[in-house]
């Protein structure tokens, strides 16, 4: 639908664009990361998590900090592996 809009209109394509990222940003900014807590509470060394992920220990410690975030397979892989919900591994602000 939107490859339609976008060459019928390419200013209707770019305000898509524009808004769809500051949503993205919004959502983004009321999420706060809780993986590295949830890592320090767990029985597991952040190296053995990123051998097990298959990721890097920048990737890892992006997420921990809440500077990146995890793709949907990886965080319920992440999950699975630390014994958590998904809903343990962020923690939702409300707005100010």
């Excluded at 390419?10 to 993986?35: A, D, G, P, Q, Y």
Aim: glycine fraction near 4%.
């Amino acid at each position: 639908m939107t490859k339609i809009l976008c060459k019928k209109s390419s200013f209707l394509c770019e305000r898509i664009h524009k808004v769809t990222v500051e949503f993205n940003i919004v959502v983004i900014k009321m999420l706060k990361s809780k993986i590295g807590l949830v890592i320090k509470q767990s029985p597991y060394k952040r190296v053995y998590i990123q051998e097990r992920m298959g990721i890097s220990r920048n990737t890892l410690s992006n997420w921990c900090r809440g500077i990146t975030h995890p793709p949907a397979p990886e965080l319920f892989k992440l999950a699975r592996l630390l014994e958590v919900k998904v809903d343990d591994l962020y923690e939702w602000e409300e707005e100010e």
